[in-house]
């Protein structure tokens, strides 16, 4: 085991942790508990193991999988050794999967067995896949624990350098398609620190996670989690009634929730008896919090509630714990429509359409820069350029910052919907709808949803001569976009607004039909 160093990369975080916390408990996923020694011999094995199937550093390792142990071990296995790690989200449709499969190109597929006819259904169109990998064994592909138990667990096959990927998380672009977000090393092992030193994180902490751990919010908690050496509970997802058991035998100290996961667990009969003293922190993101819904947690919770605000691309502001006073002054209030401060070690802008940073209180587009951002995005290098100039990122978010730093969200420049947690863009649902061949017109926006915060809402124009109910459209759109994304409401009408340029007017269309 090498000496302990200042965490330059991912790889140097396991290697701390196993040499300086052998005994500590790294994971905990049902009646499993991994210390950080274990891990980190199990990721080297994986790791050789992977290397004796033909992989280099930097070549991608695929992963189709809900939480659990296994996806930590992936993850830790490409940490290790200069593997990237390519998450693949289990809720999209056949086709978006073969499109992100495609495009990253791992050598191998690990998947779990719940995915195994997802992946021959498409395993004939992926390019590059030499390897599929079951990780609950028996049936189609190779088993997984044989792969883990096969590799040696003295060192790793490479070291990974600061400037190499880590992983590769796919996040939905302008145009509907997805987008290969390229994190780094150094820019993760960075984030990490930086999100650890906010959330005040200490080696006797045990953090929840049910968030997906192909989205970048559930592995970049942890990675701040494990930054201070702390424990990680995993969940496959979320369950109310599991996850206040596990606060309270576990004494689980911080969780990371949406919104929508907070306002549900608050009105779980679950929660009424429960003792949940041990949490000193609930991190959500995604979407602000309602008000009522914030009143009611800091009734029964106490101020445990942080804010934060960022993109996969890279992080931003904190709206820390103390600044949630509903019932404070007008400041107080004031102060909870925005989405907090810049975390350490990370700058904001606004900027106006050239690029000119704008005097405080005015509204342009969101740039944010910090030791964690993004090195660009795979296979894109228009996207590449369009997004990050100059170490900023070009968050296509409008907002203000006021005389304190505090930033306020005003609109998303590109007409995302966040619904559930879920980023939405409104084209690709948009893409879906117009193949119907009933369909001669749409536009798709958010609309208000007490659920889950927004919920999409087409607006079509049928053809001369064709008829189509909504029951219709939503069941088209089931092959071809995930379930989330399909819309909850469509309204039929005769022409869609637009501006003189022949462009759809979404600020009118959502004034016409913003209700749901």
């Known amino acids: 085991m090498p000496a302990t160093r200042i965490p330059q990369t991912l790889a140097d975080m396991l290697d701390n942790n196993a040499w300086k916390h052998p005994d500590q408990t790294a994971f905990v996923w049902q009646d499993r508990r991994v210390t950080h020694a274990e891990f980190h011999v199990r990721v080297s094995k994986l790791a050789n193991a ?47 999967m073969v499109h992100i499969v495609n495009d990253g190109a791992p050598k191998v ?3 779990e067995a719940t995915y195994a006819e997802t992946v021959l259904a498409m395993k004939d169109q992926l390019k590059a896949v030499e390897h599929f ?12 624990e044989a792969l883990v138990t096969s590799g040696d667990p003295s060192g790793v096959p490479f070291r990974p350098l600061p400037d190499d990927i880590a992983f590769l998380i796919y996040t939905s672009g302008t145009t509907g398609r997805p987008k290969g977000v390229m994190l780094g090393q150094a820019g993760q092992a960075n984030a990490a620190e930086i999100l650890g030193s906010d959330q005040r994180n200490t080696p006797d902490d045990r953090l929840l996670i049910m968030m997906p751990l192909f989205h970048i919010g559930a592995k970049i908690i942890q990675l701040a989690q494990h930054w201070r050496a702390g424990t990680v509970h ?30 549900t667990l608050l009105e779980s009969p679950a929660i009424e008896k429960a003792d949940l003293s041990s949490l000193r922190m609930i991190v959500y993101a995604a979407a602000p919090m309602p008000i009522p819904v914030l009143k009611k947690g800091l009734k029964l919770l106490g101020p445990v509630f942080q804010q ?16 949630h006073r509903p019932d404070g002054t007008d400041r107080d209030r004031e102060i909870l429509t925005s989405v907090g401060q810049a975390s350490p070690r990370v700058n904001v802008r606004i900027v106006d359409d050239h690029g000119e940073d704008l005097p405080v209180g005015e509204v342009g587009e969101i740039l944010l820069t910090s030791p964690g951002v993004m090195k660009g995005y795979w296979n894109n290098t228009a996207a590449t350029i369009e997004t990050l100039r100059d170490g900023w990122v070009h968050t296509g978010d409008v907002g203000r910052l006021d005389s304190e730093g505090f930033l306020y969200l005003v609109d998303r420049k590109k007409d995302m919907i966040i619904s559930g947690g879920e980023n939405i863009y409104s084209r690709e649902v948009e893409e879906a709808i117009i193949t119907h061949g009933a369909v001669s017109e749409v536009a798709v926006i958010g609309v208000p949803d007490e659920k889950w915060g927004e ?14 109910t909504a029951e219709d459209l939503i069941d088209h759109c089931r092959t071809l976009i995930a379930g989330y994304k399909r819309p909850r409401h469509v309204e039929f009408v005769d022409e869609i607004v637009k501006l003189p340029s022949g462009k759809i007017d979404k600020v009118r269309l959502r004034k016409l039909y913003g209700a749901a």
């Not at 992977?50 to 490409?78: H, P």
């Not at 990998?133 to 997984?144: E, I, P, S």
Request: hydrophobic residues 40%; proline residues 2%; contains cysteine.
């Open 109 to 111: 597929l690990i998947f």
């Open 455 to 468: 919920a999409v809402k087409a607006v079509v124009v049928l053809r001369a001569g064709r008829s189509a």
């Open 50 to 96: 992977l290397r004796r199937l033909g992989l280099r550093r930097q070549d991608r390792v695929g992963i189709l999988s809900q939480n659990r142990l296994e996806y930590q071990e992936v993850y830790g296995a490409c940490e290790i050794s200069g593997f990237i790690c390519a998450t693949v989200n289990w809720r999209l449709a056949v086709p978006e």
């Open 133 to 144: 990998v079951c990780l609950d064994g028996g049936g189609f592909g190779d088993d997984y």
């Open 234 to 263: 995993v969940q496959k997802g979320f369950d109310p009634k599991a996850i206040v058991d596990c606060i309270e035998r576990e004494k689980i100290t911080v969780t990371h929730m949406a919104p929508t996961m907070i306002q």
């Open 308 to 323: 934060q605000f960022g993109q996969t691309e890279g992080i931003g502001t904190t709206l820390l714990a103390h600044q």
